[in-house]
């Protein structure tokens, strides 16, 4: 049998005790323009949240890092040139992280290596690319949820994927940008092809030793400054219409009253 995201997130359902968390109840949003959803529908959609965001860093150049799952990074893949500098291409690469690894004892490393510090502490920390950790605020205002709940969701379903991954099953995860397939003891990731594409371009090396002159980084208090907008946070759903949601249900609080009052005057 085959596991699925449905399969995933009914899994996690089907076990408060194992997996507890406010996933389990159905929460309120953070909009008056937006009801609650059940929580299969509420935690479907904050997965889906969590892969458009991991698509929209990936096509901006930044690796990502998601507990319990991996690290999604880039390799560099170089090309010699008898005349001139030589050029690299990026390709794509994804890292288990250590607890996935473990309850994969097939996992067999791509051909892509991207030369991991094995003093490092975490899988994080082993990848030479600058690292992002999955944030859970943006994913959040996305879909219109407190951010609890969305850390509650995204923690307890790689919780989950990796306890059924030690019990033997194989997991199917279509993430978007990647396909995490987990299959006889063994991890691999596919990535979409036209993200693989954006980066297979050899271009002149940039922020290495090897010839080229090192570019200047942003300092830390020019982070700060910039803002980091998500594009696909903010089109994610709709923007609700919460004024006209309110008015409709005060015009429908207001009908109910008129109504019993009026049961009451018949005699």
């Known amino acids: 049998m085959v596991v699925n995201v449905p399969q995933v997130i009914s899994h996690v359902l089907g076990n408060p005790a194992s997996y507890p968390g406010p996933h389990n109840v159905s929460q309120e949003r953070t909009s008056q323009g937006l009801q609650k959803v059940d929580t299969t529908r509420q935690m479907k959609m904050i997965y889906d949240a969590l892969t458009s965001r991991l698509d929209e860093m990936l096509r901006n150049e930044q690796s990502v890092s998601i507990d319990n799952l991996g690290s999604f990074s880039f390799a560099p893949s170089w090309y010699n040139s008898k005349y001139g500098p030589d050029f690299v291409a990026k390709v794509l690469c994804f890292v288990p992280h250590a607890k996935l690894a473990n309850a994969c004892p097939n996992y067999k490393p791509s051909k892509q290596k991207l030369e991991l510090d094995r003093t490092a502490l975490t899988t994080a920390q082993s990848i030479p690319s600058k690292v992002k950790f999955l944030n859970e605020v943006p ?93 696909a946070m903010g089109s994610f759903l709709p923007r609700p219409k919460s004024r006209e949601a309110q008015s409709i249900r005060i015009g429908t609080a207001n009908l109910g009253v008129m109504g019993r009052d009026l049961t009451s005057c018949v005699k």
């Open 139 to 231: 994913i959040a205002a996305g879909t219109y949820y407190k951010t609890d709940l969305v850390k509650s969701v995204v923690k307890h379903f790689f919780v989950a994927v990796v306890d059924l991954a030690e019990r033997g099953y194989d997991i199917d995860l279509d993430m978007k940008a990647a396909k995490i397939k987990i299959a006889k003891g063994n991890v691999t990731a596919t990535f979409d092809s036209s993200l693989s594409q954006k980066f297979a371009e050899p271009v002149k090396p940039m922020n290495t030793a090897m010839g080229t002159a090192l570019t200047k980084g942003l300092k830390l208090s020019e982070t700060w400054a910039k803002p980091a907008f998500s594009d």
